[in-house]
Nanobody
Framework: QVQVKESGGGSVQAGGSLRLSCTTSGFTSSTYCMGWLRQVPGKRREGVAAVDIDGNTSYRGSVKGRFAISRDNAKNTMYLQMDNLKPEDTAMYYC?????????????????????WGRGTQVTVSS
């Protein structure tokens, strides 16, 4: 059974840090390009960061230098370290696994016929 589960969200003040985790099971995530996306109610989901199977990364411009994406294939887990958080980072954060090697560009993975998504974890940053 395929499972994709995000964790690590919460409420922090501006300037604070959070570390999101995305744990997968039921498929070989090491062969998938993976990424973090976020969505605010009433707005389109947007790519935040992505990492392909070679470990190459791509970030949204507004998070460059503050966020770091990584993956630990031995643990079937992907991370998003978020530092110096800003109120505009407030959103529901989703983990996505795309059945494609990559590349990760424009903060997202290429479209794929097979994709798995988590249910999201809320990040709230207060000023």
């Amino acid at each position: 059974q395929v499972q994709v589960k995000e964790s690590g969200g919460g409420s922090v003040q501006a300037g604070g840090s959070l570390r999101l985790s995305c744990t997968t099971s039921g498929f070989t995530s090491s062969t998938y390009c993976m990424g973090w996306l976020r969505q605010v109610p009433g707005k389109r989901r947007e790519g935040v960061a992505a990492v392909d199977i070679d470990g190459n990364t791509s970030y949204r411009g507004s998070v460059k230098g503050r966020f770091a994406i990584s993956r630990d294939n031995a643990k079937n887990t992907m991370y998003l370290q978020m530092d110096n958080l800003k109120p505009e980072d407030t959103a529901m954060y989703y983990c996505a696994a795309m059945r494609t090697p990559g590349p990760a560009t424009g903060a997202v993975c290429p479209p794929a016929s097979t994709a798995y998504w988590g249910r999201g974890t809320q990040v709230t940053v207060s000023s």
